[in-house]
Structure formats: C-alpha cells, structure tokens
C-alpha cells in the first residue's frame, strides 16, 4: 500500500498547482491510480503533497476539465473511464496559440491530416457515410455551375467534415476540425482566386476524385489526390491571384 502512495509525498518548488497536476497524472500514467478509482480527498491530498488545500482544488478543477478527472457528489472525485473528447482540447489549444502559424507550416498540416482521413476512410466508410459525402459533392458541383464561391466554401467544408466523420474516429474529428478553422483563410483564398482563374469545375473534378477514391476504397496515392485538391501550382495563395 505505501509503495501505491508513493505519488502522494511533498510537493517542492515550481507551479505548485502545476505540479499537483503532474503528480496526479503521473500515477495515472503509471497504474499507480487506475480510470474509475477515487482519489483522495482534497484536505488528504492537501496533507500528502504538503500544499493547501486551494491549490489541490483548483487542480482538481482543471483535471476535470481535461476530462481526466469527474467529480461525482456525495462520493468523492474519480478518475475518468474512457477516452472523452475534452482531452485533446489543450493541445488543440496550444496549436492555435503557437507561434508557428507559417503558411507552409499550415499548408503542411493541412495536408499531412487530409491525407490521413481519406486513407482511413476509404477502409472504414459504410453506405450512410458515401451517401452523405455525396450529398455534399453535389452541393459543391451545385456551387460550382452557379459559380457561387460562398456556397463553394461551405459546401467544401462540409466535403471535409463528412470525410472526417467517416473515419470513425474522435481524434481525427476534432483534429480535422480545428485544422479546418486554422486554414480556413487560406481555402477561402484558394476557391475566391480559382474562381477568378476560371477554374472552379476544377475544384468540383478533384472532390469527385476524392469521392471516388473513397467509394472505391482505394489505398494507394493519397497524397498526390491529396496535393492535386490544394491547386498551389496556379498561385491561388499570392496576395491578388493571377
């Protein structure tokens, strides 16, 4: 048992809310406290780590909000069963507040989760999923013959969220929707200049080649379906198109 609760010795120096955070979810990552146990009470954490009692809440309160921790009254505060979306959120959030927001770190990103997502959907899609997907190709060719770049742009982001929804996969979801909303000035960018050019029924032919990659359940050259979609060779990034 005092081997179990090695976790709960004094606490130092650095952050002390920090590093009741860090201890907590040491003893998580190494089995020393297990998803559905009850930790210790905030006054018996208090106590172990040599911190006050605030300083334990308000960790507490952040592990809750990480999703790591639930509190559930009059029980106590348990460690959480299963994978739950929030967990992801602070490093989503570290992202979008970096400093590292470059075009080609973007464009980079863009493409690296893309390509995942279609070679995950093209294993996993089930009939619901290719007709939504369809539906939503087909509100981009709608876009297209009207040449309505709005309409374009949200039926392109809609393409992509179908596409995300067909991995099954909570990671890939969040992950694709946060890079959506990193990148949307540069799509936006991308359809306004392609329509400018003329080529808007480009943007609908590389959908459809998605789609159909996606339908025919396709596991080779991804990337290169991926890159043709992005339609960098025609300079639809430069300031004012060509």
């Not at 690296?112 to 007709?131: M, P, Q, T």
């Not at 359940?217 to 004012?240: H, I, M, N």
Request: net charge negative; with cysteine.
């Amino acid at each position: 048992m005092a081997a179990e609760k090695t976790y709960l010795k004094p606490i130092k120096s650095k952050s002390v809310v920090q590093q009741v955070i860090d201890r907590i979810t040491e003893a998580i990552v190494n089995h020393r406290i297990h998803p559905g146990d009850k930790i210790p009470t905030e006054q018996e954490l208090a106590e172990s780590f040599g911190v006050s009692r605030n300083s334990v809440r308000e960790a507490i309160k952040i592990l809750v909000s990480y999703g790591v921790l639930e509190i559930r009254r009059p029980e106590g505060t348990f460690v959480c069963q299963g994978f739950s979306e929030s967990m992801i959120d602070p490093l989503l959030y570290g992202i979008i507040l970096s400093d590292t927001e470059s075009m080609e770190s973007l464009k980079e990103l863009r493409e690296w989760i893309d390509v995942g997502i279609i070679y995950k959907a093209a294993k996993k899609a089930d009939d619901e999923d290719l007709r939504k997907l369809k539906g939503a190709l087909d509100a981009i060719r709608e876009a297209a013959v009207n040449k309505n770049f709005k309409a374009m742009c949200d039926a392109d982001d809609e393409f992509h969220q179908c596409m995300a929804d067909m991995t099954h996969n909570i990671l890939f979801i969040k992950i694709s929707e946060v890079t959506r909303l990193l990148t949307k000035k540069i799509r936006y960018q991308t359809v306004y200049n392609m329509g400018k050019m003329g080529k808007i029924k480009e943007m609908y032919d590389v959908h459809l080649s998605m789609y159909q990659f996606i339908k025919d359940k396709k596991q080779t050259a991804v990337d290169e379906v991926v890159r043709q979609g992005y339609f960098y060779e025609y300079g639809v990034l430069d300031e004012e198109g060509n």
